[in-house]
């Protein structure tokens, strides 16, 4: 069993910037892949940014450029900090950690970006 514990987020203003964190506990495996995920009203649950445990990142079209995903390996803990944020960028922000067939999921973590 993992938990996941998200902090960070909140509400800015367009143009700003948020960070979150993910900190994992529990039965983790030194492979794994921690990562971002979000979904806003209405849509459906959708690829922020992932990273790997080796250091393979993958990004949404929609983060190129803005968001950089990070973690810390000693700390079982994943980063996202996002720069430029946009109005579209409103969502609940969930972390998700897979290992082998193991997937878990954080309980989110709101970021509202006001116009």
């Known amino acids: 069993q993992v938990r996941l514990v998200e902090s960070g987020g909140g509400l800015v203003q367009a143009g700003g910037s948020l960070g979150l964190s993910c900190a994992a506990s529990?039965?983790?495996?030194?492979?794994?892949?921690m990562g971002w995920y979000r979904q806003a009203p209405g849509k459906q649950r959708e690829l922020v940014a992932t990273l790997s445990s080796g250091g393979r990142t993958n990004y949404a079209d929609s983060a190129k450029g803005r968001f950089t995903i990070s973690r810390d390996n000693a700390k079982n803990t994943v980063y996202l900090r996002m720069n430029s944020l946009k109005p579209e960028d409103t969502a609940v922000y969930y972390c998700r950690y897979t290992s082998w067939s193991s997937e878990y999921w954080g309980q989110g973590a709101q970021v509202t970006v006001s116009s």
């Open positions: 529990g039965s983790i495996f030194s492979i794994n892949t």
